[in-house]
């Protein structure tokens, strides 16, 4: 007999646990399995770590390295942090025109800030004095995060957001013994970032048992172990963002119960380079892959049901209603500028002052107020 799904017992009515009910929800849990077992392809291996290779301009990696490698050609705004080229390859002049931008990414070691400009790069210098100043006032390498070479070249160490800001080089020399001293100032500005942050944000509905049933929850509950199984071993995660139980008014039917779900789907950067072989560790071609395991599984759950000759159990999936949309956000206090950061429009920059991003937006909003980089609040 098939279950009964009704609105009686109204939303402050206690949770009817029918016999037949538990034997529903039983039956939908081990479609739910079932579906899962056919759906993990055998022999599948846990990724690692992105690996760098060339990618197509038009996917949200390939754009971000298409910016990174501009930066190679040009004085004026300069990044490091890409697996591309290492930092120790990667020299930065200054300018005494304008302030030079250096991007640098979270937890990596910036390029070689060199404390002279082009024109006295390759020239000898007699004497030479360098003395650095950041927001904190005076640098020097007794800080572990900062390393001066002789030449007053200036390396960071584990790049931090707290150490974004305004740099200054001071520079005394003589370019003959007999001459004065002369005296040039270089600004530079450095700004921390990060990529963005790629997810799939997944909304789907399921026929549900009455608002009140607690049998919804341990669904929902269900639901989120089998999908994050899933794509494990792909190093990525599920996550409930919002479950909500709604009557819906039918053409035919009367009055039903729905369950809306929207989960995200983040697949991780990842650390080690085992098992792992070029583009398969990426994290858009990981989110890729989960997408397609996500569909293929919702896919087998209509099709196993249309095949069973059970009755329909309590809760089950809606078919069609299953949507995932690509998103891109950063982190709180980052955000994505393409008139203020034109070389590196793809990158997640910490938000300067009078500027913050509260939550996991894409944009650093206006605030006259802020005076910090890297603001979350107003």
């Not at 298409?66 to 930066?71: E, N, S, V």
Request: overall charge positive.
């Amino acid at each position: 007999m098939a279950a009964q799904r009704g609105v009686g017992g109204g939303p402050l009515g206690r949770p009817r646990a029918t016999a037949a009910a538990m034997r529903g929800l039983g039956l939908v849990l081990l479609g739910l399995v079932i579906v899962l077992l056919q759906a993990v392809p055998a022999g599948t291996v846990r990724l690692y770590r992105t690996v760098t290779k060339p990618h197509s301009p038009s996917t949200p990696t390939g754009r971000r390295r298409k910016a990174k490698g501009l930066f190679a050609s040009k004085t004026s705004i300069q990044c490091s942090g890409s697996e591309e080229s290492g930092s120790d390859s990667l020299k930065i002049v200054g300018s005494t025109l304008s302030p030079v931008k250096v991007y640098v990414k979270l937890d990596h070691s910036s390029p070689h800030i060199l404390c002279v400009t082009d024109h006295l790069r390759n020239s000898e210098l007699i004497d030479p004095v360098f003395q650095w100043n950041g927001p904190r006032g005076y640098l020097s390498s007794e800080n572990t995060s900062v390393q001066i070479s002789p030449m007053g070249t200036l390396i960071f160490e584990h790049f931090s957001s707290d150490l974004s800001g305004v740099y200054t080089c001071s520079l005394v020399y003589k370019l003959i013994a007999e001459q004065p001293d002369k005296r040039l100032t270089i600004q530079y500005h450095i700004y921390a970032y990060s990529d963005p942050q790629y997810h799939y944000e997944l909304t789907v509905k399921y026929h549900a048992a009455p608002c009140n049933s607690f049998h919804n929850i341990s669904f929902g509950e269900a639901l989120l172990k089998i999908l994050s199984k899933l794509v494990a071993n792909l190093s990525c995660k599920v996550s409930l963002i919002k479950s909500e139980c709604h009557h819906v008014k039918m053409q035919i039917g009367g009055l039903q119960n729905e369950m809306f779900f929207i989960f995200s789907v983040t697949c991780l950067e990842t650390e080690n380079n085992e098992l792992c072989s070029q583009s398969a560790c990426d994290v858009p071609h990981r989110s890729n892959k989960a997408k397609n395991l996500i569909e293929r599984f919702f896919k087998r759950e209509v099709e196993i049901r249309k095949k069973s000759s059970e009755p329909l159990p309590e809760i089950y999936y809606i078919e069609g209603t299953l949507q995932m949309v690509w998103v891109d956000r950063c982190y709180p206090g980052y955000g994505r500028n393409a008139a203020t950061h034109p070389d590196c429009p793809e990158c997640c920059v910490i938000c300067s002052p009078r500027s913050y991003n509260p939550s996991d937006g894409i944009h650093c909003l206006q605030c006259d107020t802020s005076l910090i980089y890297g603001a979350t609040t107003c």
